[in-house]
């Protein structure tokens, strides 16, 4: 399963980016306008920094604006994906898009129906918002089961990516059912890393170590200066990383 991070800001995306977590970006104009810059400079430099792919959304609602916004947005990079609102006229620019070339992301998925429409039209990923279906009373991970089962029946090349990802058990539902993607808001990814027992055992391993004392006491000190000058002046780079997994 791959994760993307549903963020615009920079220095969330780069944090998870260091760590080799995450293999793309969900943007929405939500995310860019919350972000106080121009938002088409703010996609650039996002899509510069990520080597994965990059949603970012257009704005316009009918078909020929959509058209014309979207071949813009993926000119802006080569990994530029371009989300469009689940319409007539996003699906009808979804196919002209998808005879281009150009990727896109159906975005606003809210039923399986929806996601069927999307694939025939040609979509690179359909997003179906899990989170905003379940604060409506419905059940949206057993969306993600049921356009998953859809897609395989008829071999459809479109990728489920699950959005509007509320907690970490979202995930692991979805991966269970064979989700391609989930995009993670940067809080839930940081809930992914967490359990308690992890904070108690690691706490338990140095209270242990803070008892050893005399010629043993400073033993992992030493090593860790040899290693310092060992590889001084060879941190990683900060550089665009290669999609995993
Ligand atoms: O970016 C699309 C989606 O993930 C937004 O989720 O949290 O606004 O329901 P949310």
């Known amino acids: 399963m791959k994760f993307f991070v549903d963020t615009a800001s920079i220095p969330m995306i780069e944090k998870f980016m260091d760590m080799g977590v995450v293999d793309g970006v969900t943007t929405n104009p939500t995310h860019l306008s919350k972000e106080g810059v ?16 990059v949603s970012v959304e257009v704005i316009a609602t009918d078909y020929a604006t ?5 071949r813009a947005i993926a000119g802006l990079g080569s990994n530029a994906v371009v989300k469009i609102p689940m319409t007539h006229d996003g699906m009808h620019a979804v196919r002209t898009l998808s ?53 395989r029946n ?29 995009t993670l808001p940067p809080d839930v990814l940081d809930k992914m890393f967490m359990h308690p027992l992890t904070d108690v055992g690691l706490k338990r391993f140095l209270d242990d170590w ?26 990683a780079p900060k550089t665009k990383r290669a999609p995993q997994g």
Not at 66 to 70: D, F, L, S, T
């Open 38 to 53: 121009n938002p088409v400079e703010q996609a650039k430099r996002i899509l510069e920094l990520v080597k994965g792919p």
């Open 66 to 70: 959509m058209v014309n916004e979207a």
């Open 154 to 182: 008829y071999a459809f090349e479109t990728k489920v990516l699950v959005a509007s990802v509320r907690h970490p058990i979202h995930v692991i539902e979805a991966a269970k059912m064979g989700a391609d993607v989930a």
């Open 210 to 235: 803070s008892k050893l004392s005399g010629k043993y006491g400073d033993v992992f000190r030493e090593l860790g200066a040899q290693g310092a000058a060992k590889y001084e002046g060879h941190m």
């Open 99 to 151: 005879s281009e070339g150009i990727k896109t992301n159906v975005t606003l998925v809210f039923s399986a129906t929806q996601a069927l429409i999307a694939a025939k039209a040609g979509a690179t990923y359909v997003s179906p918002f899990i989170g905003r279906l379940d604060d409506a009373g419905e059940n949206g991970i057993a969306l993600i089961g049921d356009v998953v089962q859809i897609f």
